[in-house]
């Protein structure tokens, strides 16, 4: 309220002059010059006088009540206009700050509703699967501290990324507890902002969540992250020690800004692998399937790799934004080493690109994609934001002793934002080529479709 | 506000009125008068014109002063005064809404607390149970689209109706996502407003929620809905396609206010049956505990019916309101498609009835069963309402070789609703005939208590 | 408000005051006065006493006006000024309460990251692990009836208390639902409250959950809690009853107030054992890990003891807090009676104790322990809470023929409340002495660390 401090000033003053006293002036004078005159006798001139006397100090108490009287007002309304000190805001999700700023809860929630139908081979069994349907709690607390605690309610229930988190430092953020390794652009973007439905090939080399801790600092020309973690949240080894890790990503984006966009970014990770339940063996495994989830059956698969001591990853990514058009390629390369055999390599890369039809955009934010806003969504005049969408995945899972398998696919899509926070999308994915592995020769393909929302 | 449009007319009006001019008018009158008369002189009369002037044009001001003043102190009461963009209630759960209507989001929940004792043979399980712990989260967007995730944390997990909705066009909603199917009055009607504690035996026969999109529309005296829909949320079928169905429901309610409902409705529901793991067969299985879950063991059964194909099934239903009585009744036939052999029946039904002691009555909304609004709460002079309920049902699982058993039984209980959202309930379960299947001739008895909160 | 009722009054008076009528008396005295002397004629007396006239009419008519508007602006002001009927806060949860005191609803929740080394023998397995991840809803609906819903999310998903309670007697709960029995100072702490990292080797015989009933009386200088109950909320058992037990604690505080306490406690529970799956075999078992739970092994365990009818746990406890120090002690003895065998008696105790380095003080309420404040916070000049901690543990699990093996432990630690609602805690966990059972000799030694955040 800019207003509050000059208005009391401005109604003191406006109340002074208001009172009747500026026309006693010319009363007083008219009295005194009918005196001097001698209109009006001495008796009556002091009579006069002791009645305009008596109104002078009648209209002084009466001054100073008003004021007081208006003093009260504007308390009253000073209190009545104070902002609230709690905001509460929905859009979808439930958002309440306070607005000093010092404490910030918001509840959000994902729910992504997958069907498929498939043919070629092997024919993949056609359905349907809630894919992810996630509470999340975020907050901030006394300021500098912040909070998350993520689950996702489908396929008997998963702990998502849940920390606590310092943020006192200037776009540094340390953090402890459950979280994505920083690792592959499209996994540091939000499985609902996803290009396609699903995540590339590379699913095969990502996206795993450890326990640890994590470092990060987002600018907007660069962001860099790195962490040391144990193992997930569901591994316990009783005797042998579990699994640890270190990872690391360095993003640039020398353009950023209206709608442009130059990225880059490289990562590397290393995973010390532990023993399994018998204590004798340590295993690793990669396999990954056809960028639709619903079949749930790997086309590719290694196998357990035994006596595989640890494996490091090495990525390397870029994108683009330009208007409607956006495009992002990532390459990814895993050495595997082994305690009595040769090491091994896996990698893979994507390029994907889409195009709005509407006058729409990809939103890039500090080294990930994020939510796309539809500019004239449905119910109010529009038809939401359209994207075209297309990708060539490859991956590679033999090598040496190891066959794995190759697989090659197109995946093209369209995407429907009808308003912001919700998406319907279909993808077809036409695996072109399989080359050895569990599924050598085989060409299946999936038609794919999501409803989602998401905030 | 309806005032505050007239109220700054009303306020400048008298404000110019009250403004001292008007006492001027007389005392110019006198001056003039007194000049006229020669009373006082020219010089004089000049002093006081000039006076008087100068005072009117600090009227003038002033008046002008005070009314910014008071269109300052109007503007501030106005924005004091508006409706707030966000209103937040709780009456158990939470429900933040924006005043504009376009945003809303509830937290919802409901918890079940059952204990059992038994007799009669076989002498079940005594025991207790958390019948259901559960977590919704629903909510509204842009106005036309709504949104539900709902998760039962009981018995290890299980996600419950979660899906986007449509509902631009009047009275029709369009969602996809995991429902139930229309089937069933008692399944329609929520688990927390069954009149007795559990459903009836028809419990074999419906309730399972499958993904999928469905469409409805909801009038005062009719209903329907319609959808298409594949497998359960957790079902995943690597290489047979998952099982998928079609189900719709009509209800018409002829008379439907004032606390008097008649209301008739039919159901059919067809199931396609897929693989099992195996991917050699097709199998169903009915089976149906005694209106009592705490025990969790089935006394009919027919245990996996091989080479199913698939099962149809039809239901008809009708329910009466009448003051502080209401009724309801189900039949439902299932027909059960074999491949190589013949076809099966199975059907059930029942009969319940409950009659408020208190001056209360059972809710009816568009086609279901809502919930029960004591009209003396306790703590407010009331003891609640209290409703004693009796059910008979039926239930035939043998046809040909398939013997999964015949059971009858009446239940007979009260519910006590002290205030809205609680309720606490009593069953008295008396088998009174097995007929074949695994527990022939048995006549088990269950008394069940039931504490719940929901809202 | 309570400025509100003498306003209005006030400012009619200043209203009325304020009205130029005084001014007018004067004038009129000088007019009577003037046509009394003379100096005006009857005519024109005449015309200036109806223009004086007309005036004081208007005047009367503006006086009436402005009193209108000033009431209109008033009781806007009274809507604008008056308290909300809810009132939502954070400070990392959600409180969202009706100002009438009939409705409450509160978001909580709790996350425990741990990570431990080990060295000793046996070499425990290294790691990492969410050890809690809840979320609890708490509530009150019509002033008298409070419910609760909590869910760890942690290690695959588990109810934790979840119940419906009246309140409407003062000081007196009474509830059903799924909670812990009333037994164990160090149980009846919350676990974020704890005061080293994990309770004491006496979780061998206490913290389970049951569905039950149970009174609770809680004041000042004294609390008693009694309860029945039947088993734990996954428990089902198809023909034999389950479990049932009965508990109760009693509590004084002679002193309690002002940063001291003296705290003392007893309690007794029994619990009737259900037969397992088979049918034929009614078991206990009790084992214990050393105060850490990331390697999830046992270090003192008696294996399944057969035939055993129930058993009988008999619990003392002390508790003092002098300023900055506080210490409790416990001991508990656990007689299990067997159906075809001597009975049988196992027992431990723990001494601890803390320090705040800092001029913090551990928090007491009606029988259990609290939150600690940090006085000066980090972020706000200070350094937060800093509290050192050390116990002492005995277990002894061997008695006749069940040789489970007896522990002893020290355990020291350092607690760091940065700000209210946030912890980080280390313990080391120094294993001085294992004796017979499955680990008899060995010494492991275990290095604790944990970070949290719990509202």
Redesign the interface.
Known sequence: ?R??KF?PI??A???L????V??????E???N??HE?G???DE?YG??IA??NQ?KQ??E??KQ??L??RQ??E???D???KPPE?E???????R???TDGE???R?R?R?M?D?AAHNGN?????????RR?R?A?T?R?????S?Q?D?D?????K?RD???SYE?FEDIRLR???MEIPFQLQYRTSSSNSQLIERSLLGAFGGDR???VMGDIKKQHWSFAAGA???T??????????GWGLGSRLTVAPINSDGRLLHFGTAVMYRNV?KDASGQQRVVRFSEQPEAR????PIVDTGDISNSRSFTRYGAETAVIRGPFSAQAEYVYTAVSRSSASNLGFDGWHLQAGYFLTNDARVYERGEFGAVTPKH???QGGIGAWELTLRYSSLDLSDRDIIGGEMDLFNVGVNWF?????RFSANYIDVIKVKDGPNDGQKPRVFLVR???A?
């Not at 002059?17 to 009747?20: D, F």
């Open positions: 309220m207003q509050s208005i401005l109604l003053t406006s109340l002059a208001l009172t009747p500026t026309q006693a002036s010319e009363l004078l008219l009295i010059m009918l005159n209109m009006v006798s009556q009579r006069l009645e305009l109104n009648a209209t108490t009466e009540q008003e007081e009287a009260v007002m308390a009253r309304l209190e009545a206009t709690v509460v805001t929905t859009r979808g999700g439930i309440v700050r306070t404490f910030e809860t509840l929630g729910l509703v069907a092997p024919d993949l069994g056609d359905g349907t699967e809630i349907a509470l709690w907050g607390i006394f300021h500098d501290w909070f605690l689950y309610f489908a396929d008997g229930g702990l849940s920390f606590v006192g402890t507890g459950l450890y326990i640890g973690f144990g193992d949240a569901t591994r316990k080894n009783p005797i042998n020690d579990e532990d619903v079949a749930g059956r969504q449905v119910g009808p308003v912001p926070m919700l409803s989602q929302w905030f």
